[in-house]
């Protein structure tokens, strides 16, 4: 699984963080560990320390937040991904899919107006 930043995705400077380049199993191992770290265990989640992803040209942090406001950044290369305790169990459920087979398809994490949205995509395209 690789996680990575890329700038400018369109005409209205939209940015977007990606985890992508992995199988069901992989997806599986991920939505248990932000299921563990945030849901159950009540802790920040780097995901840079994760064993299975290979953090490309940024770092992120999953934290918990008492409104969801997504993914913010000071510099484009340190982000942190600021939801409720609610808007970790809706990405939970939007990674579901991914774990069930191998697919070709993609998922926006979450649905809030920020410059920068998360995408998981085990092809990298969206």
Known sequence: MQLDYIDN????????????????????????????TLITNNKQLNLSDVDFIHARNCKMTLRISDEDLGISTTNKKKFFCDLTIEGYNHLIL???????????????LYDIDSSTDFLFSPGGTW
Do not use: H, M
């Open 9 to 36: 995705i369109n005409e209205y400077g939209d940015n977007i963080v990606r985890l992508y380049d992995f199988n069901s199993a992989e997806a599986e191992k991920f939505k248990q560990i932000v299921k563990l």
């Open 94 to 108: 939007l990674l579901e899919p991914f774990c069930k087979k191998e697919t070709k398809g993609y998922q926006w």
